[in-house]
């Protein structure tokens, strides 16, 4: 089993920074793509950003272009999602997710290993 452990949420204000790390356990990290979905009250869940396995490819919703930026350490098992210039419509629970494969696919379909998520709440 795989198991995902999201860390680094809280509350900041507008334009602030906040660092969400994905510490992963269970099967060879370095093996699968990872990505970053995020979830408001009364909202779909949405594509943040993706990375490959071996983080030469990366995608990014249009709404964090820019602004995110994704990156993993498989030596340490972990992904990364730094987060600069947030914006109130930022507040969502942050979840990662381990795809199926190797890429940086951005649909969650693809992914079959989810963590609890991190909640992230920005005030204006």
């Known amino acids: 089993q795989v198991q995902l452990l999201e860390s680094g949420g809280g509350l900041v204000q507008a334009g602030g920074s906040l660092r969400l790390s994905c510490a992963a356990s269970?099967?060879?990290?370095?093996?699968?793509?990872m990505g970053w979905f995020r979830q408001a009250p009364g909202k779909e869940r949405e594509f943040v950003s993706g990375?490959?396995?071996?983080?030469?490819?990366?995608r990014y919703a249009d709404f964090v272009k820019g602004r995110f930026t994704i990156s993993r350490d498989n030596a340490k098992n972990t992904v990364y999602l730094q987060m600069n210039s947030l914006k109130p419509e930022d507040t969502a629970v942050y979840y990662c997710a381990q795809s199926r494969g190797m890429g940086a696919t951005s649909s969650s379909d693809e992914y079959d290993y989810w963590g609890q998520g991190t909640q992230v709440t920005v005030s204006s």
């Open positions: 990375i490959r396995w071996s983080g030469a490819r990366t």
């Open positions: 269970g099967r060879i990290f370095s093996n699968y793509g």
